[in-house]
């Protein structure tokens, strides 16, 4: 079977699951933290009441070290942080943050490849006990990159087979395992694409949640790889929730601040997140290009905090 046909069958068995997404299948949402309150508000120290619990993506600020990074997003209310060294979870989480995340194989080599399985099992596990260990509620996975001689049916069949023989694990101790979409268009830096990306297709990855078939095992739902890739951001958003797990953030094009100069209308995405009902975290991954890369990340925090 040719991609675009498995892709445009898939779609559409995908969008007949969903449509009974509200009734037997609908997952129940991750919550970030047991402080939720009613109105899906939680109080923070600053002593706001706020419905968007926001997480900060620590590789994109790297010229920063994690603890100095983790006190200013407490000053400006982040509730929680991820994408750092797990060396540095337990002076970040003295501060106050939460682990939004733990990190696991990478996106390179994924489970659509069977050479790679030992590791990616062993790795996701990994992530499952930091996880259980920092009450972060999820751990991250990916497809990995496309592999000559591997037929989408394949790679589809051998990222299920993986990922089922992790997930009792994860279910077990209570940790939602999320797949990352990732677009595989934009080529002009190693971190604001991924060219060759087998889980590029925003469809494909709904797919291989549903067949998961577990509350444990979900999407992370990154608006700036969508945006690129399949857009109709809010559309998508309203359609796929009920299997989201996480969301990050990031300006396109260029994956810089979300700002006037990128397309996304942040405030208005946010707002139909929220209307949802989700209660995860939505963290900013974007890379600052101002001199002040704090400045850029409070900016950002607010544009989000609707």
Known sequence: M???DFL????????????????????????????????DAADTTDGKTRRVHQSVMGWCFSDIDPVTLAKHCKRIGFEAIEGIPASSYDAVTKIGLKIALTGSHG???????????????RKLRQGIDLAVQYGAPNV??????????????????????CWKRVLPYAE??????????????????PMKGHPGYWGDDLHLCADLVHAMDSPKFKLLFDIYHVQIMNGDLIRNIRQYHPIVGHYHTAGNPGRGELDENQEIN????????????????????FIPTADDPIDSLEKAFHLCDV
């Open 2 to 4: 040719k991609r675009r």
């Open 266 to 285: 942040y405030p208005g995405v946010v707002r139909a997140i929220v209307a949802t009902g989700y209660q995860g975290y939505i963290a900013q991954e």
């Open 140 to 161: 991250i996975t990916f497809t990995g990159m496309a592999k000559k001689g591997i037929s989408d049916a394949s790679a589809r069949r051998n990222c299920l087979e």
């Open 172 to 189: 077990e101790k209570n940790v939602g395992i999320v797949l990352e979409h990732l677009n595989s268009r934009d080529n002009s830096h």
């Open 107 to 121: 996106f390179a080599n994924g489970p659509l490849d069977p050479e790679n399985h030992a590791e990616v099992e």
């Open 8 to 39: 445009t069958t898939q779609a559409l068995l995908a969008g007949t699951a969903f449509s009974m997404a509200s009734g037997t299948m609908c997952h129940a949402q991750t919550t970030p933290a047991d402080s939720a309150k009613s109105d």
